[in-house]
């Protein structure tokens, strides 16, 4: 199909990817996905929908609306809203059914007093990311007796989660896990139905000792690596591709410019085909006059600025490119292909940054292994 821009998504990728990960739980972990953030940019609902027929038993969000999107479409997996949650997010985040994340006792009687029905509660204790839950190890098992003595408030999991798990070798993780296995013991010794749980992607493929009842992996679902190298090393495949195609070729002669501010000028006769795609879509600026694309199979310069609606590909003197051809710009072509994780590397980002930013305006299609699929 061509169409100015189009992020095609794999399901049956996501699948296998699912099941991968699944297959390798220690002591019968459950998978739980994270489809937050419009699924990585995939597109939550069709994921999440994948995620489960691979295998996963839970979903995660951070946000009610969230939460929503998937009980709109009929979902009615468990899902855990991640997030903090306002005074004013917290009806519609009960209306969902969802289990929430809780750190504060305030929060506690808050929820207990608004909760109209039983709602399944997650307990978060901060080991070192700085950030949600209470570092306080004392209050964190106050809020778990408080929560579990609250009429309609069950005690559905504790966690944490980890600052470092994708830096190999760095031994932050290791304390992290040390911390929370303590605490989680004491709180399982009282309560034993408790869901214990802290791996995200990297902690699950490093450390199976991480995974205790349940994992939330994000990342690997979508076929990316934690650690930013080739997916295929760890049996991953990326879900997403994104293209766009050729909508002119024009020679540039010596000394010609494309784009704002000239910052690219032809130094030899050259053709230069311009893709109607740009950073309003999420390519993003930044890698201008770096990434590459693919076109007919070979690898082409992105070069000149990227613009809101454009951007302009070196295409060389041969005159090989046409219009109407599709354009890679995540995704295979060919021999070659340019992964998620190589634009991050442009970009000095990571690759969930890549496909997050794919913006609203670029229409997403699903398939299974090049088999149209729902969406
Ligand atoms: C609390 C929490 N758990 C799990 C995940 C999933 O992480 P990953 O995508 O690295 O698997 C995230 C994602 O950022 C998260 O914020």
Redesign the pocket.
């Known amino acids: 199909m061509t169409v100015r821009a189009l992020a095609s998504v794999n399901l049956a990728a996501v699948e296998r990817n699912c099941a991968r990960l699944a297959g390798e739980l220690h002591g019968g972990a459950e998978l739980?996905v994270?489809v937050?953030a419009f699924g990585?940019g995939h597109g939550d609902v069709p994921v999440a929908r994948a995620a489960l027929a691979g295998g996963a038993r839970r979903l995660?969000v951070?946000t009610a609306q969230e939460a929503a999107a998937l009980r709109d479409a009929g979902l009615d997996a468990p899902v855990l809203i991640?997030?903090a949650l306002s005074a004013d997010e917290l009806p519609l985040a009960l209306d969902t059914g969802a289990d929430l994340?809780v750190w504060r006792e305030d929060f506690v009687d808050a929820l207990a007093r608004a909760a109209e029905r039983p709602v399944g509660v997650h307990v978060k204790l901060d080991t070192g990311?700085g950030?949600?839950g209470t570092r306080d190890r004392a209050e964190a098992t106050r809020v778990v007796n408080a929560v579990a003595a609250a009429a309609r408030l069950q005690l559905a999991g504790v966690?944490t989660?980890f600052a470092t798990?994708?830096e190999l070798g760095d031994s932050f993780f290791a304390e992290q896990l040390d911390r929370f296995r303590g605490w989680a013991g004491e709180v399982r010794a009282a309560h034993p139905e408790v869901v214990v749980h802290a791996?995200?992607?990297?902690?699950?493929l490093r450390d199976p000792v991480s995974h205790f009842d349940m994992?939330?992996?994000?990342?690997?679902?979508?076929g990316?690596d934690?650690f930013l190298a080739d997916p295929d090393a760890r049996d991953l495949e990326p879900a997403l591709e994104l293209r766009s195609y050729v909508a002119e070729v024009k020679p540039a002669a010596p000394g010609e410019s494309v784009g704002y501010g000239r910052s690219w000028v032809a130094d030899r006769p050259t053709n230069v085909a311009v893709l109607p795609i740009g950073y309003a879509d999420g390519v993003r600026r930044g890698l201008a006059n770096r990434a590459d694309v693919l076109i007919g199979g070979r690898r082409y310069p992105l070069t000149g600025t990227i613009s809101m609606d454009n951007l302009t590909v070196d295409v060389g003197p041969d005159a090989i490119v046409t219009s109407g051809q599709p354009a890679t710009l995540i995704g295979r072509d060919g021999d070659h292909r340019i992964l998620a994780e190589e634009v991050a590397g442009h970009l000095a980002t990571i690759n969930?940054e890549v496909t997050c930013g794919i913006s609203q305006r670029v229409p997403r299609t699903y398939h299974r292994d090049g088999v149209p699929a729902d969406g």
């Open positions: 739980c994270v937050k990585y995660a951070a991640m997030g994340a990311m950030r949600l966690w989660h798990a994708d791996a995200n992607s990297a902690a699950t994992v939330r992996c994000g990342i690997a679902v979508y990316m934690p969930y």
